[in-house]
């Protein structure tokens, strides 16, 4: 069965710092790849979306790469803030857009 | 900017009695969904509904579970007997071309199961 992988320790860095969250995925070829923000309490929040075609993505000052041969997405915030604090989500659609699957998410901490 | 609304907020129900959750899911979008959230783990999906008819559905969406667009506007998700592991929040999406494109997402329902 399909599995997507994030790394479930929280990641703590200092404001202004680059944030790099991992995703991996296994027993799937994607076409899309996304990345959703979820706040405590609250439903994820779309943020980027890449193409299996595309090895990156950029909006603002996040970035995300597509690696398919290792089935693997980077997601990176520059420059953090501490209002970037909450869990990121990485996300794939399976069953010709049928089911979006999440990850366990990374909880990000940017501390001041 | 439009927004997928879900009521109640917060729900209390007793062990073995029926719920409705509601959603007012994105005017033109064609893909609705549900999914529940147990408190401090991931999101999970629950199934979903296209041009009138449930598209897929994982082993979470069981008997006791149910979908309906009801008219052109609501998407609800009844809990026919509910039971104290059903505590959880739910959250409704709706998107409006299934994987080319991002899942928008309701603020959530908190179901308290007593």
Redesign the interface.
């Known amino acids: 069965s399909q599995k997507i992988e994030q790394n479930s320790e929280a990641l703590n860095i200092q404001e202004g710092k680059t944030a790099t969250l991992t995703c991996n995925y296994t027993n799937y070829s994607p076409a899309y790849l996304q990345w959703y923000r979820q706040d405590p309490g609250r439903g994820p929040v779309f943020l980027l979306l890449i193409r299996e075609n595309e090895k990156e993505k950029r909006k603002e000052r996040l970035k995300v790469t597509f690696d398919t041969t290792l089935k693997q997405s980077l997601f990176h915030i520059t420059a953090s803030q501490p209002a970037d604090s909450a869990t990121y989500l990485c996300a794939l659609w399976y069953n010709a857009g049928n089911m979006l699957t999440f990850g366990g998410g990374t909880r990000l901490m940017v501390k001041p | 900017e439009p927004e997928?609304t879900q009521t109640p907020s917060h729900q209390v129900t007793q062990m073995g009695q029926e719920v409705i959750l509601r959603c007012v899911p994105i005017s033109n979008h064609l893909?609705f969904?549900w999914y529940r959230q147990i408190l401090g783990?991931?999101?999970?999906?629950l199934v979903?509904f296209?041009n009138n008819e449930i598209?897929?559905k994982?082993e979470i969406f069981d008997d006791q579970f149910s979908v309906e667009r009801p008219d052109g506007s609501n998407f609800t998700l009844k809990i026919r007997s509910t039971k104290l592991e059903d505590s959880a929040?739910y959250?409704c999406?709706s998107?409006p071309?299934?994987?080319?494109?991002?899942?928008?997402?309701?603020?959530?329902t908190?179901l308290t199961v007593v």
């Open positions: 997928v893909y969904y783990q991931k999101v999970e999906f979903s296209y598209s897929e994982s929040m959250f999406a998107s071309q299934g994987q080319m494109g991002e899942a928008f997402f309701g603020q959530g908190r």
